[in-house]
Every structure is written in C-alpha cells, then in structure tokens.
C-alpha cells in the first residue's frame, strides 16, 4: 500500500456537526479499502482566491496509506460531494 495526502477545503457556512460527519464519511471511505493514519483539522481559514462566492473554507488534511485503486473512487467522492470546495491528492515518496 502507498502512502497519500489528501487536503479538502469544505464549505465554510456549514455546522460543526455536519462537517464531522462530513469528515467520518471520508474516513469510513478509506478505512473500507485502506488505513486513515491521521485526519488533521487545520479549521477556518481565508482562501486566496474566491471559489463558488466563497471567501473562507474549513481545511481538512486526510493522511492515509491505500492501494492505488482506492483515489478514484475518493476523489469521485469529493466531487460530487456539494460541500467540497476543493481538494488534492498526493502520494508521499516517503
């Protein structure tokens, strides 16, 4: 199994209970195939740039180790997902 790096920016006008649940979604998604190794909130932050008329966005950054297979069934996810911003995934050479 690799190890990954996934940031998500989620929308910043939702409750503090729905981006937990949010969060455990994206979890459970990688513990079904993979292994989270940590889930860092980063929390509120500015965004650089306007995206969707949004100014801030709540950062997330998933650490995990899965198979290949497993980041596009994650980032098809993400996308569909209306809360989500914007995301990246990287795989760490470590």
């Given at each position: 199994?690799?190890?990954?790096?996934s940031?998500?920016?989620?929308?910043?006008?939702?409750?503090?209970?729905?981006?937990?649940?949010?969060?455990?979604?994206?979890?459970d998604?990688i513990?079904?195939?993979?292994?989270?190794?940590s889930?860092?909130?980063?929390?509120l932050?500015r965004?650089a740039?306007?995206?969707?008329?949004?100014?801030?966005g709540?950062?997330?950054?998933?650490k995990?180790?899965?198979?290949?297979?497993?980041?596009?069934e994650l980032?098809?996810v993400?996308?569909?997902?209306d809360?989500?911003?914007k995301?990246i995934?990287i795989?760490n050479?470590?």
């Amino acid at each position: 199994m690799n190890k990954y790096e996934s940031i998500v920016i989620i929308k910043s006008g939702l409750e503090e209970t729905a981006i937990k649940a949010l969060i455990q979604k994206f979890s459970d998604l990688i513990n079904n195939d993979g292994e989270v190794v940590s889930v860092e909130e980063i929390g509120l932050k500015r965004l650089a740039y306007e995206i969707n008329k949004q100014k801030e966005g709540y950062y997330v950054i998933f650490k995990f180790a899965a198979k290949p297979t497993l980041i596009a069934e994650l980032e098809r996810v993400y996308r569909i997902a209306d809360e989500v911003l914007k995301f990246i995934t990287i795989k760490n050479e470590e």
